[in-house]
């Protein structure tokens, strides 16, 4: 399956150029001619990697990263300019961009950018698929074991969470063997693990 590319460039030239560039590359692209209308149509598009220019009416390339990270849209982000800007470039990197290209681009730095940006995007989706995964196990727990749950993975003895709950540390194992039998592992830290990853 093809990686999603978003063009966000007011460059009529430079959109269509990049455009027949990535697509006979084997890349799905669509492309934006502003970031007003970029950003209203990015919770409705498929994850992919953006590449933008960082100077548009309206709103910046940067600006358009800071929103993205207030969303909480992690996709990886493909910074270009026609202007060598340090602070900018530094501006990009910490709003997360995988790279910071200069116009006119060389086609091969923009393959390795797009590269990179792929690779950001199988780690997203095998996190988000850990996630899942962590918090369907952790819904097949009774509210009881998820409270045994929350005390082990915080290192308590059985000793301890009974008295927390005021049962007897019999039941306290009891708790424990289903709940290692549901979530498929004796090791505490592997428990911590899992209530970890599904609290993200």
């Not at 004796?186 to 911590?192: F, G, H, L, P």
Request: hydrophobic share 40%; charged share 25%.
């Amino acid at each position: 399956m093809s990686t999603n590319i978003y063009l966000v460039d007011d460059d009529e030239a430079v959109r269509d150029g990049l455009s027949l560039l990535l697509k006979t590359l084997g890349y799905h692209v669509a492309t934006f001619g502003d970031p007003v209308t970029f950003l209203e149509a990015q919770p409705r598009l498929s994850p992919g990697c953006i590449v933008m220019d960082i100077r548009m009416p309206m709103i910046s390339g940067l600006k358009v990263q800071e929103k993205l990270v207030e969303a909480n849209c992690d996709w990886p982000v493909v910074v270009i300019s026609g202007h060598g800007d340090i602070n900018a470039c530094r501006r990009a990197f910490k709003n997360g961009a995988v790279d910071f290209l200069s116009k006119p681009l060389d086609e091969q730095d923009l393959i390795d950018a797009i590269q990179k940006g792929e690779a950001n995007l199988l780690e997203i989706e095998r996190k988000q698929a850990e996630i899942a995964e962590s918090t369907s196990l952790l819904n097949t727990l009774t509210p009881r074991e998820k409270e045994v749950l929350d005390m082990v993975s915080r290192g308590w003895a059985t000793k301890e969470i009974a008295v927390s709950l005021s049962i007897s540390p019999r039941t306290i194992e009891s708790h424990r063997s289903h709940i290692a039998e549901k979530l498929g592992t004796t090791s505490v830290a592997e428990m911590a693990r899992l209530v970890l990853e599904a609290q993200e």
